[in-house]
């Protein structure tokens, strides 16, 4: 059994979208300023992390979108954990509803694979030539019934376009998206479990998660 780690690591200061800022992570009690609380020998640090809830790898869930939607407490823990994956090699910038043709992804994570996260923190990662799912895609993908769809570049809609069909087409269908997945180039086109739970957050919409996938599992 083999576990593949597909989420970028948070770091201080660094960028996940473009115009949002990076997370600020501090201590909140440092190991030197415990000592004074407790036996000699024994320390412990505190952490404390300011950010954006679009931070590194991350999930939306439909609140991110629509007014009363489901938000990340509501979210159901079955479609995001041991989900069966699928991935599915994007070619070109805008992948259409043509690159899910004859795919069988109800009930499936479907993770789109572009290679875009080779420009992670880059200028080049948030630019306009990033790839993304067209809104006729999203909509047969949240027709046919994924459980969940995971995407390796900066954003599931093209940027330029302020309707965000994928999101809306996703997400209005209950279907969480996964954005800046990363080393999906490790995963075979089928074969493997997908991961990505989040916090459960009342009232938020988005949120990283440690997104990652199991293959050769010895009970499937």
Avoid: C, K
Wanted: proline letters at 7%.
């Amino acid at each position: 059994m083999t576990v593949i780690d597909l989420s970028h690591p948070l770091e201080h200061g660094m960028a996940t979208h473009p115009g949002l800022p990076g997370p600020v992570i501090t201590d909140h009690l440092s190991r030197a300023d415990s000592r004074g609380r407790y036996a000699p020998g024994t320390e412990f640090q505190i952490g404390a992390i300011t950010m954006v809830a679009n931070t590194g790898t991350y999930i939306d869930a439909p609140f991110h979108r629509f007014d009363g939607g489901t938000d990340l407490a509501g979210l159901d823990l079955d479609r995001l954990v041991d989900r069966p994956g699928l991935v599915v090699d994007a070619r070109g910038r805008a992948v259409g509803a043509e690159a899910f043709d004859g795919l069988d992804v109800a009930g499936t994570a479907v993770l789109v694979r572009t290679g875009w996260d080779r420009h992670w923190r880059t200028p080049e990662y948030g630019s306009a030539e990033h790839p993304f799912l067209t809104g006729e895609a999203a909509a047969l993908l949240a027709e046919r019934g994924a459980a969940v769809v995971g995407i390796d570049s900066v954003n599931v809609d093209d940027l330029a376009d302020p309707v965000r069909p994928a999101h809306t087409a996703l997400l209005g269908a209950g279907v969480p998206v996964v954005e800046h997945l990363r080393g999906l180039d490790r995963l075979p086109s089928t074969g493997f479990r997908f991961h990505a739970a989040p916090v459960a957050v009342v009232g938020m919409g988005t949120f990283p998660v440690r997104a990652y996938a199991v293959t050769g599992h010895p009970n499937r």
